[in-house]
């Protein structure tokens, strides 16, 4: 009996065993099942929420749907495809990953979108390098955002929450299977990443992928290509390449070769020279919106500057520019040194990246003759790292907001006025006879222009042109005219020769001048060649109060600013130095080399790189420039 018992106990038993055992099998297969089906959903999120981002990203800026082909499309999901993977290696969570993606998109995606707005052109490479300055005029932007914006800022975020439901860390492996598979997630990726960037920046898989590498419309090539895939492609232009049969030694002795008699007799006997004294005035973002094409104003907005163009005595014309709506630094490179933005990377700030050492320069050769040589700048010291470019090109002193702080401001900046009062401030200062520079980059026209100013009443209206920003801008431009004609109207009276040239920067960024665009009945997004060159043309004048040299006459042309200091220092009646000598011969078959073109004297239109390749003159340029910024003995 107690056997039976026993059996029966143990029969139990063994089913009460059996029973555990089939409950856990199958609650083994309900964890594998929910693992599974998380893993399914994780893999899903690691697929789908890259190619969201990149949707998104672009959408701040453009429509990727419209603008953008499919196989192009293709191309950037792939970057951010990788990238997650990696990030999800790193990190070793996908929910993890997913979400320190989309966040950075989302927030540089809002930074493209404002750079762009402001300064009409997108986020670059070489932007890096203009961190301080961006930031030090920042608060003078309105950063009041579109709807569309909006929209776009609202599906981040619901993008975010669904990431932030993505529970998987691929449970179940070991902790050593799972190592490998984050190491594996890493290098993967890093190794395609790598090729991938290459690939991008291959020039025979650009023209087959059909990708638009023209840098001269960096916003036309972000549409096409991608911000991502643009910047990439940019990337390659950080670096500057040696020209083609570059060899130091020869450019050092064709530098020397253009050194003259008189130019050494000049330097040895400056004090024997006449030496007028010498004003340049690069006024921000001065401009002439009517090359855009015809407009009226209740009043003209520059009739000085109109009546000094009409003068016989008065040399002006058209000078174009390498740069847009910003990088003022590049303009007064080109014209204080003579070098081209022609032969540089698209984009970047000269002053920060090359000027590491003396140089050869205007204000140095100006110095050289006995000229004292002063710059002022009436904003912070350091945009642009003037405070620490401007000794090292010649300059003896250097006048900041800091020393103008009880000028008259119209707007937040310091008048132009202001600063022509300061000029004539020095030449009164200065000792009888002393030959004087002031080389003068104002602020007063800085952008944005649709603020409202209790100190600033705009007073031109332009017609049939709905715009408030058109209508502060022009105001601004009067305001200039106003205070020019006081200056030139004091030195007419004084008896120490002086001659003073006056130019703007750039053109204001595109979303002031794109109303006359739109008036003259041509589409935005459709510009020709020649059309978008039109945004890069400003006014300049040369005036003296003194008849000029037998030898110069006054001129009606085109030109670009790398050439400007010659017809500065022969309307002085001063001997050019070697550099200006060698570029007087490039100008008279090259009369205009920017970033942005080369033309001819014919009229004809080229890009950098089809001139290099093919005109000797041009090679010719780019060796000498190179030599000068990276290989001179200083």
Not at 33 to 46: F, M, N, Y
Not at 163 to 180: F, I, M, Q, T
Not at 508 to 533: A, F, M, Q
Request: aromatic content about 12%; hydrophobic content about 40%.
């Amino acid at each position: 009996m107690s056997n039976d018992m026993n059996v029966k106990k143990g029969s139990r038993i063994q089913a009460v065993f059996a029973a555990i055992a089939a409950a856990g099998l199958k609650v083994r297969a309900f964890v594998t099942d929910k693992e599974k089906v998380a893993a399914i959903r994780a893999t899903l999120a690691l697929i789908t929420c890259p190619v969201i981002t990149f949707y998104l990203f672009d959408l701040y800026t453009h429509n990727p749907f419209v603008d953008m082909r499919p196989q192009v499309q293709i191309l950037n999901i792939i970057f951010y495809e990788l990238t997650a993977i990696l990030f999800a290696g790193i990190f070793g969570k996908i929910r993890t990953a997913l979400m320190i993606q989309s966040s950075a998109f989302m927030v540089i995606g809002l930074a493209n979108y404002y750079v762009l707005k402001f300064r009409s052109t997108p986020i670059m490479p070489w932007d890096i390098y203009s961190l301080s300055t961006a930031a030090s005029v920042a608060d003078n932007f309105d950063y009041t955002p579109e709807k569309d914006t909006l929209l776009v800022l609202a599906g981040f975020v619901i993008l975010l929450f669904l990431e932030s439901r993505v529970r998987y860390r691929g449970a179940g492996r070991g902790a050593g299977k799972r190592l490998a598979v984050r190491i594996m997630m890493i290098v993967l990726p890093t190794v395609l990443l790598h090729g991938y960037v290459k690939t991008i920046q291959d020039d025979s898989f650009v023209a087959k992928f059909q990708l638009y590498d023209k840098l001269f419309t960096p916003l036309v090539m972000n549409k096409r290509d991608g911000n991502v895939v643009a910047f990439i492609m940019e990337l390659e232009y950080l670096n500057v390449d040696k020209p083609k049969g570059y060899a130091k030694e020869s450019a050092g002795e064709v530098y020397q070769s253009f050194g003259t008699g008189e130019l050494e007799a000049a330097l040895k006997n400056a004090g024997e020279l006449d030496r007028p004294n010498i004003i340049v005035i690069m006024d921000e973002a001065f401009s002439d919106l009517s090359v855009l094409g015809e407009f009226e104003t209740n009043v003209d907005y520059m009739p000085f500057i109109r009546s000094l163009s009409q003068d016989e005595e008065v040399s002006s014309g058209w000078l174009n520019v390498s740069v847009l709506g910003g990088n003022t630094a590049n303009t007064e490179f080109e014209f204080l040194t003579g070098h081209s933005m022609a032969f540089l990377p698209q984009g970047s700030v000269a002053y920060q990246q090359y000027v590491k050492s003396e140089g050869v320069s205007l204000p140095a050769y100006l110095k050289s003759l006995g000229y004292s040589t002063v710059a002022i700048h009436p904003y912070y010291a350091d945009g642009w790292e003037r405070d620490r470019v401007y000794p090292l090109i010649g300059f003896d002193r250097f006048l900041s907001k800091d020393d103008m702080k009880k000028a008259r401001k119209i707007r937040k900046y310091i008048s132009d006025e202001a600063c022509f009062d300061r000029i004539i401030e020095l030449y009164e200062e200065k000792e009888e006879g002393q030959p004087l520079f002031i080389f003068n980059v104002t602020m007063q026209n800085h952008s944005g222009y649709d603020e409202t100013f209790s100190n600033f009443k705009p007073e031109i209206e332009a017609k049939d042109i709905q715009s408030k920003v058109l209508n502060q801008y022009l105001s601004l431009m009067k305001k200039t005219d106003e205070a020019f004609e006081k200056l030139v109207t004091y030195f007419e009276e004084q008896e120490e020769e002086t001659v003073i040239l006056f130019f703007g920067d750039h053109q204001p960024t595109t979303y002031v001048s794109n109303s006359i665009i739109r008036k003259n009945g041509i589409k935005i997004d459709s510009l020709s060649l020649k059309e978008n060159l039109l945004k890069y043309k400003v006014p300049y004048v040369l005036w003296s109060n003194f008849d000029l040299p037998e030898d110069v006459a006054a001129y009606k042309q085109e030109t670009s600013a790398n050439y400007l200091a010659i017809d500065v220092l022969e309307r002085c009646g001063l001997p050019l130095p070697e550099y200006q000598s060698f570029l007087k011969g490039i100008r008279e078959q090259y009369p205009v080399i920017t970033a942005n073109q080369i033309r001819d004297a014919q009229g004809q239109f080229y890009t950098e790189e089809e001139q290099v390749k093919n005109e000797k003159k041009v090679l010719q340029y780019q060796t000498m420039q190179y030599y000068l910024i990276f290989d001179l003995e200083k």
